[in-house]
């Protein structure tokens, strides 16, 4: 098999495509024919060894990949089944993975490669974020931020799915168009407009019952000025750069809270919520509740530009590697 390799932690153009031996199969896992391969943030941060996991070199990135079971030691796993699966210790970004029960996935017939590839993390996180966190209740009013990328383009979908009004945020006028294409009801560009006042605008100064927060820094400041009473705000990352402070007297004195989202803990202490929430998901893509936002598909053989987008932030929605 082919594999992105990283022998030492760098930028994405560190990483060396190369021929490697197929990691050998253990019982209970299922080799599967890589399609499709995410590309998500964390990636960067995993091959820079930044990552709150650090991979010992050398190491492939990738943890979220679609594919074909093309060997199987798994009875729910037979050769030849479509498949989604999230990875333990990455890998995702090669031509085979590994897939164990616990985290793989038969996907619906109607389900392409690209989509199952998109949606398992950034989906599984805004619905654990939203449902599981952050009780999201009908009518109530979700405020997203960075509405146009992954997980942020999911969040406005699973939160109109689940009768929230949604304000999202996002930078330029692209991007802002992207949200609106996602269903968000009201849009904000932060380059040129302050959020706080349009959301106190927008619930006659209420407040957002909901924030979902995959920023940090500056925007979780400015969001504890706009959290309703008894709201919440759901930390699921700090793209900015920066782990906000939490101020204990203020959120006694709003009365809101601060939940914080890290999707990977369900995989260690709640397997079957991952499980659960994957079936739930996949009856409301059939249901056509939603479709991920596939921005660009990517040649596997181009992996370091897709990280570097990313990095940038210069893509909306999910970027796919095809094989």
């Given at each position: ?25 253990a ?30 070199p ?7 990949v679609?594919g ?37 996935h ?76 996602l269903?968000a ?7 040129k ?17 909901v ?37 204990a ?12 989202l ?21 009856a ?10 596939v ?29």
């Amino acid at each position: 098999m082919f594999a992105w390799r990283g022998h030492a932690y760098g930028p994405p153009s560190s990483l060396v495509w190369e021929e490697v031996a197929d990691p050998p199969l253990a019982e209970g896992q299922a080799r599967i024919d890589v399609k499709a391969s995410a590309v998500n943030y964390p990636d960067v941060l995993y091959v820079a060894g930044t990552y709150q996991v650090k991979p010992t070199p050398p190491f492939v990135p990738g943890f979220e990949v679609a594919g074909v079971v093309v060997e199987s030691r798994a009875p729910s796993l037979p050769v030849g089944a479509r498949v989604a699966s999230t990875l333990d210790g990455s890998g995702g970004y090669a031509t085979r993975a590994i897939g164990a029960p616990m985290n793989t996935h038969v996907i619906p017939a109607s389900m392409s490669f690209e989509d199952a590839a998109a949606i398992t993390i950034v989906y599984q996180t805004g619905w654990f974020a939203l449902h599981r966190r952050g009780r999201i209740q009908r009518g109530e009013t979700l405020l997203v931020h960075a509405g146009a990328g992954g997980v942020g383009s999911a969040a406005i979908q699973l939160g109109k799915a689940a009768g929230a009004r949604v304000i999202a945020t996002a930078g330029g006028a692209a991007k802002v168009e992207v949200c609106r294409t996602l269903g968000a009801d009201i849009v904000v560009d932060y380059s040129k407009d302050d959020f706080v006042s349009v959301v106190k605008g927008a619930t006659q100064q209420r407040g957002a019952d909901v924030v979902f927060d995959p920023v940090g820094g500056d925007v979780f400041d400015k969001s504890t000025k706009c959290i309703a009473f008894e709201g919440r705000i759901i930390v699921v990352g700090f793209t900015s750069g920066r782990f906000p402070e939490v101020r204990a007297n203020h959120l006694l004195v709003k009365n809101y809270a601060v939940l914080g989202l890290h999707w990977g803990a369900y995989n260690l202490f709640d397997p079957p919520a991952i499980v659960e929430a994957q079936r739930v998901l996949y009856a409301m893509y059939e249901a056509g509740a939603f479709r991920p936002l596939v921005s660009e598909r990517i040649p596997l053989s181009e992996a370091p530009r897709a990280m570097e987008k990313i990095a940038s932030r210069g893509s909306t929605g999910k970027l796919i590697l095809v094989a």
